[in-house]
């Protein structure tokens, strides 16, 4: 674990249909930043990564899941594995070497998915995918469209990949790391390009992360390693967290809090 204290981010937005705002994750200190990286953040590697991916996701989410871990694991140095889930839906929390997908409803939190990594130094240990089923029960988001795309962009997240681009109103790049108020590409408001799926220069900006391999790899991050990642006993390092906003109706503003340190945390 390092000393400094991270940055959660709560990347907001002007709250109208046609109008958007982004603001960047702050940097922690010492971590060596990539233009395609998250803060720097990714998971350490001596080799290939198998990373498990549990499931405490309701049944309506499967499809969703299941396209976006296939797709990610087309990258040639990351592979998802599906497994059962190992928290709960509501608290969905942290499992040291696996990334955990939840969903729920959540609340008015004013996003979609929010994506926590816990790391030391710049090296994610573990991962949370909070899908909030609070907005995907509205007519607006409850979309197949809208599903994927967040279902994609949260996974690629938890890998330490920053946003291709966090302006809803501008032509779709085609990639579900592209913010967008139009995923299918097909309303005449964003161009005509889907962003409901990782895309070719997503694997680029990962693959640029990941070329460089680092001296260690957490065992239950490497291909053909199985176990009960629960029962692993290590320090609980602190969380950085990333959301993805909605886009709504009324109102304007932005927001961004910081988490501080904690010496322990559930």
């Known amino acids: ?13 002007p709250l109208l249909a046609l109008a958007a705002a982004a603001i960047g994750a702050l940097s922690p200190a010492h971590a060596t930043l990539l233009p395609q990286s998250w803060n720097g953040y990714h998971w350490a590697h001596t080799g290939n ?33 599906p497994t059962a889930g190992m ?14 997908v939840c969903s729920g409803n959540y609340g008015a939190t004013g996003w979609l998915g929010y994506t926590q990594v816990w790391t030391a130094g710049t090296q994610i240990t573990q991962a949370t995918i909070k899908l909030n089923d609070y907005y995907f029960s509205q007519a607006r988001y409850n979309t197949a469209a809208f599903r994927q795309q967040v279902a994609c962009q949260e996974m690629g997240n938890a890998l330490g990949l920053q946003d291709l681009d966090r302006i809803y109103t501008n032509l ?56 009960n990642a ?23 503003g932005l927001s961004l809090r910081r988490s501080r340190k904690a010496a322990v945390r559930a």
């Open 87 to 100: 928290t709960s839906a509501s608290s969905c929390g942290g499992v040291y070497g696996t990334v955990q």
């Open 172 to 227: 779709n790049a085609g990639t579900c790391m592209d913010y967008t108020n139009d995923p299918t590409g097909t309303k005449g408001t964003n161009g005509t390009l889907a962003n409901t799926t990782a895309s070719a220069t997503d694997f680029s900006r990962l693959d640029a992360i990941y070329a460089v391999k680092d001296s260690t790899q957490i065992i239950f991050t490497k291909p053909r390693v199985s176990g």
């Open 230 to 252: 629960q029962a692993v006993a290590a320090a609980v390092p602190e969380p950085a967290s990333w959301m993805t906003m909605i886009a709504g109706f009324l109102g304007l």
């Open 49 to 81: 990564l198998a990373i498990m991916i549990g499931n405490n996701a309701s049944a309506t989410w499967a499809p969703y899941l299941a396209a976006a871990e296939a797709k990610w694991s087309t990258d040639k140095y990351i592979d998802y594995i």
């Open 1 to 13: 674990m390092t000393s400094f204290s991270k940055a959660a981010v709560r990347r907001g937005m």
